[in-house]
């Protein structure tokens, strides 16, 4: 009877075990469309480490701003027999025929701050329609709603996209903010010094005549301080962003930012390696792990001077 107990006991745990996988041997595909996006690079980091701390094997890969490399690389995840994908920022709709073959596959598809398509977990983002609103009438208001602006757009991702239609409508109320110039960043490598091409281009074009620049994320609002900062017109102009970099935070200290609307990117790569635990390793279906939540909003606060964090 003692031998029959044992056995039932071993069979018992073999079958609990096949429920989900084992957390030391889970193999997880990270993929960010560009690490020298500093945005995309605290997601990256975030879920490494949360990985590593877990026991995982995480695959941490950068497109490059390149779609066919981020294509390419799904179908090698595919190759590699990974139990989940998480993809930051990328373009699902894209690399839809390699994002299709991995859900052919049975393995689970956790995007961050990409929008949500059918077939993946669900998309872990911030409300971008909120954060523009935000932003856009922080500087309207700072601006008293009179003044020049430049623009600094990035079309390519729908987060910020959606941030600068927002803007749109904002200004389509103050008949007082003239917009000088307007640029669109062109997603590759060099999108920092084409950046900051264009913003010196326009401040050698119309110097003090610029009281304000709204850029679509933190980085491109660094670009515009140094450059104005470098033609002695840094404390003038009005600064407004998104993301919430440790960096901005001592911009906005030092005078070369006003503001910005933080992103909890940390946060996002939890919820994202809390949902791949769920899925894999507990063996719980997506619509269990999200009680059946496509979207999930993370918290946006906007910070200037007067309300920093104190960490």
């Known amino acids: 009877m003692k031998k029959v107990f044992v056995s039932v006991c071993v069979l018992c745990v073999v079958l609990g075990m096949t429920s989900g996988a084992v957390a030391g041997e889970l193999k997880v595909g990270f993929i960010a469309t560009n690490f020298a996006a500093e945005a995309q690079a605290r997601v990256a980091n975030e879920f ?3 990985a590593k701390k877990k026991g995982w094997s995480a695959q941490m890969l950068n497109s490059a701003g390149s779609i066919d490399t981020q294509a390419g690389q799904l179908e090698n995840l595919l190759q590699m027999k990974v139990d989940a994908v998480v993809l930051a920022m990328a ?3 894209e690399v839809r025929p390699a994002l299709d073959k991995l859900l052919e596959a049975k393995i689970p598809v956790i995007t ?4 949500y398509v059918d077939g993946v977990v669900a998309d872990i983002t911030s409300d971008n329609f909120g954060i523009g609103a935000r932003m856009s009438t922080y500087l309207v208001d700072a601006l008293g709603g009179s003044g020049n602006i430049i623009v600094v757009k990035f079309e390519k991702h729908q987060g910020s996209r959606r941030r600068g239609k927002v803007l749109d409508a904002v200004l389509s109320e103050y008949p007082g903010i003239k917009v000088l110039a307007e640029y669109s960043v062109v997603a590759t490598g060099r999108f920092m010094d084409d950046t900051r091409s264009a913003v010196e281009t326009y401040v050698t074009r119309f110097g003090d005549q610029i009281d304000g620049v709204w850029c679509a994320f933190d980085q491109l609002a660094y670009v515009a301080g140094d450059v104005l ?3 002695g017109q840094g404390k003038k102009a009005i600064i407004v962003a998104a993301d919430g970099n440790r960096e901005t935070f001592r911009r ?5 930012m006003s503001a910005t609307v933080a992103q909890p990117f940390e946060e996002m790569a939890s919820v994202a390696a809390g949902l791949v635990e769920k899925i ?3 063996g719980k279906s997506p619509g269990e792990a999200t009680f059946g939540k496509k979207i999930y909003y993370v918290d946006t606060p ?3 001077i007067t309300n920093l964090p104190k960490e």
């Open 48 to 50: 490494e480490r949360i």
């Open 91 to 93: 373009h699902p709709l």
């Open 112 to 115: 961050i701050d990409s929008g």
């Open 229 to 231: 900062s470098e033609r």
């Open 252 to 256: 906005i200290v030092n005078g070369m």
């Open 280 to 282: 894999v390793v507990e």
């Open 302 to 304: 906007l910070y200037d």
